[in-house]
Every structure is written in C-alpha cells, then in structure tokens.
C-alpha cells in the first residue's frame, strides 16, 4: 500500500474510534501498524463492479459537475483530466480506489475522503 494512503486509518460508517491502553482503536478494522487493512472486515466483494453506488455527499465543482456516484468520480478522472494529470501517482491511486469501492473492496466514505483530498492537492475548488 503506498505510503500516503498508508497514513490513515479511516472510520466507517456507524464506527466510532477509541482508545484503549494508549492506541486508537477503530473497532473492526486491525491496524495498519498491525498489518492489517483500512478496509471494515465486513466489507464484501461484489459480483460485478458497481459504479452507481452512490458517495457519502456530493460534491461540487463549480461550472463543471456534481459527483454524485462511483460513477461520477470516474468520469471526472477519464473525461475531464488531461492525459499528462492522469498518469500522477495520486490519481492513479485515487482510479484504484475507485475501482476497489466499486468492487464492494473499498469503503465509500473512505474514497470520497480521498476525491476531497485529491483534488485539494490539484487545486480543484469542490463543495
């Protein structure tokens, strides 16, 4: 897992982090530090990719598109970013969590939080 994506450790949906012996402890994920994954155990996969799930919250990129869904995201990345953008670690990264959400491998929260993150770091204004 690369190093940025590696440096967090995100709460899902209806998980709540605490602390126990001095360590966050973010119920059914086991840490990273742990080898473990950032991905909920009970996360499964699906049969197909499904690219319509829908994000935590749209965003909004003022005069260009809402991202609504998996979907969404995708098309911003393949349509509306230029080839040269494209192949920069942080999208290729940010295609492969796409793609992992999609497959039911990755949580939504998590790659929404990461789209937000992405395109702060490309300066992309999004509500």
Same mark, same amino acid.
């Given at each position: 897992?690369?190093?940025?994506? +590696? ?8 998980? +709540? ?7 966050? %402890? ?6 990273? +530090? ?6 909920? @155990? ?9 690219? +319509? @799930? ?8 003022? %005069? ?6 998996? !979907? %969404?995201?995708? !098309? ?7 080839a040269e953008y494209r192949s920069k670690f942080t999208l290729r990264q940010l295609a492969? &969590?796409?793609?992992?959400? !999609?497959?039911?491998?990755? %949580? ?5 939080? !990461? ?5 702060? &770091?490309?300066?992309? @204004?999004?509500?």
């Amino acid at each position: 897992m690369p190093r940025l994506w +590696s440096l967090y450790a995100p709460i899902g949906p209806g998980l +709540s982090a605490t602390k126990r012996n001095g360590r966050l %402890d973010s119920g059914p994920c086991t840490p990273l +530090s742990e080898g473990g994954s950032s991905v909920p @155990r009970e996360t499964l996969t699906l049969p197909r990719p499904d690219w +319509s @799930r829908q994000l935590p919250r749209p965003l909004t990129i003022p %005069d260009l598109l809402t991202l609504e869904t998996l !979907a %969404d995201a995708r !098309a911003l990345i393949e349509k509306h970013v230029p080839a040269e953008y494209r192949s920069k670690f942080t999208l290729r990264q940010l295609a492969g &969590l796409l793609k992992r959400a !999609a497959e039911g491998q990755q %949580d939504i929260a998590e790659v929404s939080t !990461a789209l937000k993150i992405v395109l702060h &770091l490309e300066g992309i @204004r999004c509500q």
